[in-house]
């Protein structure tokens, strides 16, 4: 866990093991696989494959990663599109997948990136190699702590049913002006503190005499009294009174809606498509601060309507906008209540938008 879809140059993606889409005989050719034997620029590879010689299609394979940056290269060798006897290309193509997958587990290895195997010269249907890539992917994902990463070269490789995308694209005219322009450092207002979508701002410090104390933390400003005659700036206890009156922070809320819901850490953090040890670092830090797209991804986790995302989200400093596309298509999903985060990232895909999880 998570998993990402990425645009871009496989070779060039860190990964514990880097998938190559081969052919049966393991020797070097066209498309990904001809990337991945030049990037990886070692004579040994080609003699580790020759020394194991043969994949059956849907059937994988290892070997060491040398020029690239990885430990494995995992061989998957995907089925040539039989167009009359669809089903057992489908059928292979899906083993592709889940023994690269099985084997990564073996190596114990924490990622892994794919590219989107028999789509090129094998000649897999894009739209069809993407839907098994994602379900295969996505099953996997789902019961495991492996990052999975599918990396497509182009967005010619990214089909999506078109009746999907005219319910976005309608819904998104009837709620952002033709000329609004979406702006990545779009401004609001949440009670009175500035924000932009991305991190709260914090106002700049002024001067405080030594006998006045301002504690940024809590944002608390504690006056000089009879009780606090400092000649220095010494930090004043909080008395339990105005730590009870303190706000629930992101971190607190987010827990409490888990517990409320009665589901485990695990099971929302996962659905959130997030991975263990960022949810350990908000759960164990009550001023934890997340990203938009993570505070977005724990409330779809949580099935939340649209109300009480805002309110989740207004504990990290985050608001929803109409002038913001990213925004509107959250909404959309949170007012349809469709709490599928792999569905709602593939549509945040299509739009060049940023993707929930990590």
Known sequence: MPFQIILGDITKIKADAIVNAANTDLVRGGGVCGSIFAAANDKRLEHECRNIGYCEPGNAVYTKAYGLNAKYIIHACGPVYDANNADNSE????????????????????????????????GYP??????????EIIGFVKSTEMSVYLVLYNKNEYVLDSSRLN????????????????????????????????????????????????????????????????????????SAFVMNELEETFS??????????????????????????????????????PKKQTAIAFAIALELS????????????????????FDIIIMYFLKMEMYDIFEINEILFEYDQPLLGV
């Open 167 to 238: 319910q976005i694209d309608s819904y998104i005219s009837m709620n952002m002006p033709d000329n609004q322009i979406r702006n990545s450092s779009d401004k609001v207002y949440v009670n009175k503190s500035y924000v932009t979508n991305e991190k709260s701002v914090i106002p700049p410090r002024r001067k405080y005499s030594p006998r006045e104390y301002y504690d940024y933390k809590y944002k608390l400003y504690i006056p000089p009294n009879k009780e606090n005659k400092h000649t220095g700036v010494i930090k004043p206890q909080i």
């Open 91 to 122: 059928k292979l193509l899906r083993s592709a997948y889940i023994n690269s997958l099985e084997l990564a587990k073996k190596l114990q290895v924490e990622s892994i990136a794919f590219p989107l195997i028999s789509s090129g010269i094998y």
């Open 306 to 325: 649209l109300d009480e995302a805002k309110k989740l989200l207004h504990k990290a400093g985050y608001a929803l906008s109409m002038s913001n596309k």
């Open 126 to 135: 894009k739209n069809d190699a993407l839907k098994v890539a994602m379900e």
């Open 252 to 289: 607190e809320m987010l827990i409490r809606l888990i517990n409320e819901k009665n589901k485990s850490h695990a099971e929302i953090y996962k659905k959130a498509n997030i991975d263990r040890r960022l949810f350990s670092k908000i759960k164990n830090d009550r001023e934890y601060t």
